[in-house]
Structures are given as C-alpha cells and as structure tokens.
C-alpha cells in the first residue's frame, strides 16, 4: 500500500513571495504519477500539477513548479509571486499505474492548508 | 470544466436511513469514483467503477454499496447511515487515453447524519 504525508498542516504567505509545500511518499512502484490538487474555499478540487515518476525533469505550470526527488520519495511544490487567489488547501496525491482495467486510484496526502497574505 | 454533477449538493439525515447519492457525467468517461473527505485524512477512495456493472472496492468500502448501470452515472448509497459516515463526498472521472490519467471532480456532497 502506499503512503502519502504532508508535514505542513498550514502555511502562511506574503503575496508575492515564493511559498514551497512538502509531500513525501511511501511505495514499493517504480512506475507511477504523482499529483498537486488545490482544493479552494469553494470546495473544488483542481488539478494544480502532474509528474510521471519516469520523467527525470520536474513539471512546471506557469508560477508552479514542483522538485521530484524519486530516490529520497519526495515532491515539494513550489508557487512563485504568490496570489490571493491562491488561498487554499492543497493535497499531495500519488498514483501507481494502472494495470488491466484497475483504475487510476488516488492515496492523497492530508493536505496543507495556505493562506496569502496582501 | 469536467462535466461532473452531483446531487444532491447538501442532505441532512437521520442514523438508520438510507441514502443514496449520484454522480452524474457527460464525458463519456469509462472510470467513476467516490471518495470521502474528512479533516486531516485528504480524500480516500470508497468504491470505482471500471464500466457499466462493473465496480470495485476502495479503501474504506464498508457500510457501502456502489451501482452503475449507465456510463453516465454512479451512484453511492448508504443502507443504513450512520454519524461516522458524516463527510463530504466527491465523485471523480478518468479515461486513459494516451497517458492522461488525471482524475476530474465533482463539487461534492456534503453529508451529515445526525
């Protein structure tokens, strides 16, 4: 089974600045994904960021990034020129690929929740 | 956005009663699944559904039962609920296509059983 934790229960902000979130994860894979999900006050989840354990070079979404550490099992995200509107929780969520008709099952972190700050 | 509903969005209910809950999708999606939400657990996997008639357990499947008799919905339905099954629910879809595995989500369900 694999294990996903998030060490930051909540973080704090300036806007801005540059913020970075830790995850770390358990598992005995070698090929799988691994996700970022803000999930805002409206309760939504969206999907923030994607890296596929196999990619050596780290993902990037405009002011997100993430540095995967495959050998030490980690995946920090980081958020760059911080905005209000990214007040939220956010949940580190792991993956393993998909066999047969197994689907894409999520273990997701217990989240950190970010505040930003004006 | 996905095309994902819910419904309903909010139910207040009483231990002992059955609930059922819906997801509802218009991508044509072959995976479903729900989850629940709870404060410091992120979300776990209750049931999937790998297409019509067929599903499978998740984490924390007991006091669960799943249906999915049309691609388009998956329903979730508690016989007899109970408070500890209080959360939030949120249905998600997948297609595996060319290595887009993502999950897309509803905007949940918030369920309280007094």
């Known amino acids: 089974a694999q294990t996903v934790t998030q060490s930051q229960p909540e973080m704090s902000v300036q806007e801005a600045e540059t913020v970075t979130l830790s995850c770390t994860y358990d598992t005995s894979e070698n090929n799988y994904y691994l996700f970022w999900y803000k999930q805002p006050p409206s309760r939504q989840m969206i999907l923030v960021i994607r890296q596929e354990a196999y990619k050596q070079q780290n993902a990037t979404e405009n002011r997100f990034s993430v540095n995967f550490q495959k050998a030490a099992k980690s995946f920090s995200l980081k958020i760059s020129d911080s905005q209000l509107g990214d007040t939220a929780m956010y949940f580190c969520a792991f993956m393993k690929h998909p066999h047969n008709n197994a689907g894409n099952m999520l273990t997701f972190g217990g989240g950190t929740r970010l505040m930003v700050k004006p | 956005d996905a095309g994902i509903t819910q419904s309903p969005r909010h139910k207040v209910t009483e231990t002992g009663t059955p609930v059922t809950l819906r997801c509802h999708q218009t991508e044509n999606h072959r995976y479903m699944y729900w989850y629940r939400q709870d404060p410091g657990h992120g979300l776990r996997l209750i049931h999937y559904?790998?297409?019509?008639?067929?599903?499978d357990k998740g984490e924390v499947s007991d006091g669960y039962s799943v249906s999915r008799s049309k691609t388009e919905d998956f329903l979730l339905t508690l016989e007899s609920a109970t408070s500890s099954q209080t959360s939030v629910y949120f249905c998600?879809?997948?297609?595996?296509?060319?290595?887009?595995?993502?999950?897309?989500f509803g905007p949940g369900t918030r369920l309280t059983v007094l």
């Open positions: 559904s790998y297409g019509v008639k067929d599903t």
């Open positions: 998600a879809i997948s297609e595996r296509t060319g290595g887009r595995n993502e999950q897309f």
